[in-house]
């Protein structure tokens, strides 16, 4: 059978099961459990696909780009359908688990909200306590290379702090800063601070000793070595921890809210949604900080991209 009847047939499985999701009461896989084969057949139809636009990226590399984007959107839209036609199909409890449908209804409908929270959240308390504690562990860093006191006395803290809980220290940093952003922001320097000491630190410790005796036959002095041997060599370590500290930060402020803040904030959102029963806005909001860690992320990942042309790692990605 010719290929495009087969995507044909595929893509046919796929809108009638959509079509009979949107169509359908609740429970009706209860009252009908034959109908379960579509959606057997609507999952293998989107297997084929996946495969079909995996074989055209490979005999065809000008679709690469292309595929790259179709492969994650359609596996996703499958996801979101099966979920979508369990959670409609059997009757399941909004309480247990809401369908996609009302979670992006809530997310909607509520924007304004939203907006408020990813404000008070991510504008104020991430972004400051992001930029502090990674500005603050970089410098550090920068200090202990030459200082091996500095290096004795805060590596093993390093491992102290990491061991300690963020519910642990959420509480005093609002007893200490209070209730509103300022009080997160502390939190995120304490957990950001030590990923990017240490990661700095190990990268800048792991110059090449050519690179370094190169400089000096040039006569260079220290801050033209630091800036065209060590940090160069250092920024993937750097970007390591800039990337994950992207994730920490967002979650340390989001627990941090659990603990005390004014009436707006994700984590505000959560715990308050939570005692009221409205689990489509609980994952409303979980939607809104996936979304802003994976653009954080994503953002981050782009400029090490763009900055690290040259590293071995990412030069055989240049030339694809």
Sequence with gaps: ?????LTIVYLSLLAGQLALV????????????????????????????????????????????????LVPSLFA??????WQSIVVGFAVSAVLLPAPSAIFYSLGNNLPMFWADFKQTYLKAVLAGYFLGCSAGFIVAQLAVKSRFLRLGLVPLGNFMSAIPIVGIAPIMVMWFGFDWQSKAAVIVVMTFFPMFINTLAGLQSTDAIH?????????NKSQIFIKSQLPQALPFIFNALKLNSTLALIGAIVAEFFGTPIVGMGFRISTEVGRMNMDMVWATIV???????????????????????????RGTHKR
Excluded: C
């Design 22 to 69: 949107s169509s359908s009461e609740q429970g009706f896989y209860q009252q009908s459990p034959g109908l379960l084969i579509l959606l057997a057949l609507a999952a293998y139809a989107v297997t084929a696909l996946l495969s079909q636009l995996t074989q055209l990226a490979e005999t065809h590399p000008t679709y690469a780009a292309v595929t790259k984007v």
């Design 288 to 314: 809104v900080a996936a979304i802003a860690g994976s653009l954080s992320y994503g953002a981050l990942a782009l400029l090490e991209r763009s900055l690290l042309f040259w590293h071995p790692s990412f």
């Design 1 to 5: 059978m010719p290929k495009y009847v």
């Design 212 to 220: 370094n005796d190169l400089m000096h036959t040039y006569a260079a």
């Design 77 to 82: 839209f499958m996801l979101l359908l099966t």
